[in-house]
């Protein structure tokens, strides 16, 4: 499964990626932001997770910034369950940070969200990581109110973090600012 926004690619990893995709995430600034990723990030750990199978649906994707000297991998963007809900969980290189490909990532997976049938996506980020929060905001995700504990294998431990949510079948839900990443929705929403 591919992705395609005004910027960006985003693709499914391959072994092959793993140098690259190590680079990227072996910061503790990162995987500090992550519930899941340990610190310090192996290749071994790099490895595990490019060559985890691909749930159809719950996808997950390489971030990729192609240009004239090729494609860049600058971050990775998928859903999960977390607590039988469908979360979307996303990060970006510290190197690629400050250029709208958070942003723009979440736009152009919420389509797909929506086409794969899912009626809500859940998003949270840990409250020292306020961008985090703006970039599911701009999305059009909800605070729900609620700030949970939740467990960092990066950290080490559990940190207080702000829960969201978007409601797939809101008519706001998906809209984006091209009005090519927004076709997906309004095919489901005549669809549906």
Request: proline share 6%; net charge negative.
């Amino acid at each position: 499964m591919f992705v395609r926004s005004e910027r960006l690619f985003l693709r499914p990893g391959w072994p092959e990626d793993q140098d690259e995709f190590l680079a990227l995430i072996d910061d503790e600034s990162v995987v500090r932001n992550l519930t899941r990723a340990p610190w310090p990030y192996s290749s071994n750990d790099a490895r595990r997770f490019l060559e985890a199978p691909q749930d159809m649906l719950l996808p997950r994707f390489l971030i990729t910034d192609p240009g004239e000297h090729g494609t860049r991998i600058v971050g990775c963007i998928g859903f999960s369950r977390v607590d039988g809900e469908v979360n979307l969980g996303y990060w970006i290189g510290r190197e690629h940070w400050g250029r709208g490909f958070a942003s723009e990532a979440v736009r152009a997976v919420l389509p797909l969200a929506r086409l794969l049938g899912h009626k809500r996506i859940v998003g949270s980020h840990f409250i020292d990581n306020p961008a985090s929060g703006r970039v599911l905001e701009k999305a059009g995700f909800l605070p729900t109110g609620a700030v949970a504990e939740k467990h960092s294998e990066g950290r080490g431990g559990s940190c207080l973090a702000r829960e969201y949510a978007l409601d797939l079948d809101s008519p706001d839900a998906c809209l984006n600012d091209s009005e090519d990443l927004a076709l997906p929705c309004l095919t489901a929403q005549r669809a549906a």
